[in-house]
């Protein structure tokens, strides 16, 4: 099974033109550099959904928020 985490895009740290670019982004509080390719339209403050270490999509605050809280969860019960 993959899993997508999300996180939210704090900075662009490297950028070398239009597409390839990599991020700083916060998975809670963590801050892991993620690469941005797949989602060129990412900006700073968008959460996205990250697997291993890419970017693969965007999606809203609300979503990210439950599904983090969901993997909280998850985490106690192991």
């Given at each position: 099974m993959c899993l997508a985490v999300p996180g939210k895009l704090e900075k662009i740290?490297?950028?070398l033109d239009e597409t390839f670019r990599?991020?700083?982004v916060s998975f809670?509080?963590?801050i892991k550099e993620v690469n941005l390719t797949?989602?060129?339209e990412a900006k700073i403050g968008d959460y996205l959904l990250v697997h291993v270490g890419a970017a693969i999509g965007i999606?809203?605050?609300i979503e990210a928020k439950r599904t983090?809280?969901?993997l909280k969860e998850m985490g106690e019960e192991i």
């Open positions: 740290t490297t950028q990599i991020g700083e809670d509080g963590i797949l989602v060129p999606i809203d605050e983090m809280d969901v």
